[in-house]
């Protein structure tokens, strides 16, 4: 039988994975322990528990909801973009990306707990699956946003959608990756994403048929 989302379940929810994004930040994915989480918020074990299965569920849907607030203000500042003009077959591919990957999000947390993720998933099958089905999940909104984009008729691509999702994925995530390792931060962590994502965007893009 499925539990009804209350609102105060979902607000238990939501402090439970503010909390494991502040812990995860301090000690990372193995230290994070569920004990340290809900002593962040202020619950018990029996909270968490009630309200996730494990503190795999949990990152997983924390990292989830990280990326998802990515995509939704990607998806914004395009809807923004197309509105005003500015997404065009004469903008520069670059700058635009720069322009649409500008959130103020924190990109840095975000690349480290999904690496942790990945090595989780890497060394746990049940762990990886799961991991996958999210993965899937967030290529098929990226994929939706290209295709949106393909639609305006503005841009024509040189590749199919899938294919064009997997490598943008690719581009962000290995690049932040290495800028991570490299200890950038904030904005120059965040350009180095972007710049990385436009140099790509330059090769996949065509102009539209007249």
Same mark, same amino acid.
């Given at each position: 039988?499925?539990?009804?989302?209350?609102?105060?379940?979902?607000?238990?929810?939501?402090? &439970?994975?503010?909390?494991? *994004?502040?812990?995860?930040?301090?000690?990372?994915? %193995?230290?994070?322990?569920?004990?340290?989480?809900?002593?962040?918020? !202020?619950?018990?074990?029996? *909270?968490?528990?009630?309200?996730?299965?494990?503190?795999? %569920?949990?990152?997983?849907? @924390?990292?989830?909801?990280? $990326?998802? +607030?990515? @995509?939704?203000?990607?998806?914004?500042?395009?809807?923004?973009?197309?509105?005003?003009?500015?997404?065009?077959?004469? *903008?520069?591919?670059?700058?635009?990306? +720069?322009?649409?990957?500008?959130?103020?999000?924190?990109?840095? &947390?975000?690349?480290?707990?999904?690496? =942790?993720?990945?090595?989780?998933?890497?060394?746990?099958?049940?762990? !990886?699956?799961?991991? @996958?089905? +999210?993965?899937?999940?967030?290529?098929?909104?990226? =994929?939706?946003?290209?295709?949106?984009?393909?639609?305006?008729?503005?841009?024509?691509?040189?590749?199919?959608?899938?294919?064009?999702?997997?490598?943008? #994925?690719? +581009? /962000?995530?290995?690049? #932040?990756?290495?800028?991570?390792?490299?200890? /950038?931060?904030?904005?120059?962590?965040?350009?180095?994403? $972007?710049?990385?994502?436009?140099? &790509?965007?330059?090769?996949?893009?065509?102009?539209?048929?007249?």
């Amino acid at each position: 039988m499925t539990i009804p989302v209350t609102r105060r379940r979902e607000n238990t929810r939501a402090r &439970l994975l503010d909390a494991a *994004a502040e812990v995860f930040a301090e000690v990372g994915l %193995e230290g994070a322990s569920v004990e340290a989480i809900c002593d962040r918020a !202020g619950f018990t074990r029996g *909270a968490f528990y009630s309200n996730f299965e494990s503190k795999d %569920e949990l990152f997983l849907e @924390l990292a989830s909801s990280v $990326a998802e +607030q990515r @995509l939704a203000s990607v998806r914004g500042r395009i809807e923004e973009f197309v509105a005003a003009g500015v997404l065009n077959g004469d *903008a520069d591919p670059i700058e635009l990306v +720069q322009k649409v990957m500008d959130s103020g999000l924190d990109d840095r &947390l975000s690349v480290l707990m999904m690496s =942790e993720i990945r090595i989780r998933a890497l060394r746990d099958e049940g762990f !990886g699956k799961a991991y @996958l089905a +999210q993965d899937r999940a967030m290529t098929a909104s990226i =994929e939706e946003i290209i295709q949106g984009i393909v639609d305006s008729g503005l841009f024509a691509l040189r590749i199919d959608v899938p294919t064009a999702a997997q490598m943008l #994925m690719v +581009q /962000w995530e290995g690049c #932040m990756a290495r800028a991570a390792v490299s200890g /950038w931060d904030g904005e120059k962590l965040h350009r180095a994403g $972007a710049e990385a994502l436009g140099h &790509l965007v330059e090769l996949l893009i065509a102009p539209a048929a007249g």
